[in-house]
């Protein structure tokens, strides 16, 4: 069946005058290639269906929550069966308590686990738990990296203040000199460090934390009495079954996660240390869905595959294949790629390619032939992602490649993006 | 069988290992009467069961969310079916249209919709969106009531800053000298007025808005150039079928929505007319699971037993049921009650009992007899309470009031509650 996108065109025309923009957030694509669709009608292992049945290899895992495949068997048993019983009660379940028990064990640094809805919740809590455990005011913040979209780290500054951010002062990821700098200049008054485990930011290469980095942010931290807070949300138990800065023995105070830890039912955390107990026990945060059992159940069943599956070594296997194969594929058709991260969270670019017209053309063709990726955004394997999956990958992108050479000198950029992109660069 | 609980303390005390308190947030039962259980296991219609299998007719319906009762089958069943297809895709559903359609059809100051998770999710997007609307700083606040646990609105102070409500200025509920006080104070920077539908607040009488307050307010913003946000997080679709304000014939610009509209699923909505929608499509915000499908066909169901039901009109008779009841036994045993607010969130306090000891333990005495009701928190009816339920509570409270007044001169405040009190008041 040919490739078709009416359905999705006439959704997106309605959506226009109810939904401000048409859409809004990271699942919008006003940046994307024009062929994208906005709206799907189903998911399954590692296929998408969009509104028009077009079919998908799934690249981006719904941004990141599914992690054992859409509707993964074990978990979504877990779940009905804790929804027949109640899921938003008058008060939580013995889930919750089984949850905090089940990933305080998992996490090394874990004393204590906190439950709530978004990942901006939790890095927010997480910040105003370090405030409260320390007195201090200042949060070091690494520049251009993603912490959520509230006002103090939302990336657009449309109704935002400055006071928003008046304690937020920025540093350059893997860069001590800079941490220390800004140590310095808020001596005394710093109440946390907070860092994503790896760079992974739109429009940019990935880059990998350096052990140095990473030891030396946790002494400093140690030294001026600040915590160190882990922002997992995106990266969290897709490069460990644990804490991801383990494997260079340091242990942040608090961590925030979200997205997957519950295979896509909606529930985010906050882990933390004894170091931070006194803190979260002083504030105080709530919502009206936090203590709802059911992503509980869900969450349970999902960290017991973490644990007990080789859903990581399916992972990586799926995005080494990927990887491997696109870096013959470019060779053979005359590109340079970029791609950056870890094989379950890939990160591809094109080399010299400033304004993403190659890239933008490259995921366009590669849509239409059953494969999504993302032109700008890093993307996520599941272990659903089997090799014969990504074989199907491969295959479009291959045509794709052949594509994007045909066409290379006729290719122009994406006209929403060059609105935007000055202001990005 | 005789009310136990064993099991819930068992689990309280594991629960205060790995999680800070115990219990945080609305649901924590740390101020409650001693005997409130902190677990359940399970809902069905209005009716609750507690880890110890203690069954109560329960008045506090998920502190809102339980608005057509637990587990109502037809809203499960669209739950279900979305669920099967796809809940947190790499993009919203068609749903998502629909149910934006169909909200802004019912509310007659909207013209778009933004979905979210948290009610303060909800009021936090109205006031950024009120900010990037008008390029002004200001939100007029109505002192001492809840718009939801941000570190500009939450109701404790530990971990939060002087800027973070740098641009907070208090008026008083139902009084429009101090209203237009503040707008003289911030001439030509108020961003926007913000109110919930009536005064909900803890351990106070509720309080209905007037007319002439709310007529004012909305005159004061059309003058000066300001947003009126209304908050109808915690009372919206318990008072009306549409907005809350609609019965003065005053519509605000912005409203947020949470709690019932999915009854129990999680979601948030911020509902915004013309006068907003450019605000609305300048700033960021976003999250993980706000495009997933799931509670979005939960709140199209949820809103069509709204429009055609007569949930309403069950929720009324049964609230008036108890009241009335509950006015006469009062009566009878010597004691007087003040119910305050409508009798759909029913707010149920003591006269005389200025350290709350009779309301306790006429609540702690009601709940071991199978009704739990909230000593200080507003309570929920929903439209799963029938009059045959509502006279179980009135068994219940008729023995608590015996025991109250027999126990009249023993009874001793709740401990927890007097660490805390003096401060609240």
């Known amino acids: ?44 292992g590692c296929r998408l269906w969009d509104v028009d049945d077009n079919e998908y290899v799934d690249m981006m895992c719904g941004f990141g929550p599914n992690l054992l495949g859409y509707g993964f068997e074990p978990v979504e048993a877990a779940a009905l069966a804790q929804q027949a019983k109640g899921d938003a009660l008058t008060g939580p ?13 998992m996490i090394d ?73 800004a140590f310095r200049q808020c001596e005394g008054d710093v109440a946390a460090v907070i860092a994503t485990p790896f760079v992974h930011e739109v429009f940019r290469d990935q880059v990998d934390p350096e052990q140095e980095f990473a030891v030396g942010a946790r002494q400093l931290c140690d030294k001026h009495g600040a915590l160190l807070i882990l922002d997992e949300v995106r990266a969290g138990f897709r490069l460990a079954r644990g804490s991801s800065w383990a494997k260079f023995d340091v242990q942040p105070d608090l961590s925030a996660w979200g997205k997957c830890f519950a295979n896509g039912h909606p529930i985010s955390a906050v882990l933390g240390s004894e170091s931070a107990r006194k803190g979260a026990s002083a504030m105080f945060t709530t919502g009206s869905f936090w203590f709802a059992a059911t992503p509980m159940a869900a969450a349970i069943e999902t960290l017991r595959h973490i644990r007990e599956s080789d859903y990581m070594e399916k992972m990586i296997d799926a995005g080494r294949r990927l990887r491997d194969g696109l870096q013959q594929q470019a060779a053979s058709h005359g590109f340079t790629l970029k ?87």
């Open 109 to 181: 640094h874990a004393k204590w686990a906190m439950f709530c809805k978004n990942g901006t919740d939790a890095t927010s809590i997480a910040v105003v738990v370090a405030r409260a455990q320390t007195g201090r005011r200042k949060i070091l913040y690494a520049t251009g990296t993603y912490h959520g979209a509230a006002p103090w780290c939302t990336p657009r500054p449309a109704g935002i203040l400055p006071e928003d951010r008046a304690h937020i002062v920025y540093y350059q990821y893997n860069d001590l000199d800079s941490l220390e700098t």
């Open 1 to 44: 069946m040919a490739w078709t996108n009416a359905k999705n065109k006439a959704l997106q025309e309605r959506a226009r005058d109810v939904i401000p923009n048409g859409m809004y957030g990271h699942q919008s694509v006003s940046l994307l290639p024009d062929e994208y669709p906005q709206f799907f009608s189903r998911g399954r």
């Open 93 to 105: 379940s013995e889930v919750m308590v089984e949850l905090a028990e089940t990933f305080v064990s």
């Open 339 to 425: 791609q950056t991260g870890p094989v379950q969270m890939p990160q591809i670019l094109f080399e010299d390619d400033p304004d993403f017209r190659f890239g933008y053309h490259w995921c366009a063709e590669t849509l239409q032939r059953g494969a999504y990726l993302h032109p700008y955004h890093n993307m996520f394997v599941s272990s659903a992602h089997t090799l014969a999956d990504m074989n199907d990958v491969l295959a479009a992108t291959d045509e794709a490649f052949a594509a994007v050479r045909k066409n290379r000198d006729a290719i122009q950029p994406n006209a929403a993006l060059m609105r935007v992109l000055p202001a990005r660069k």
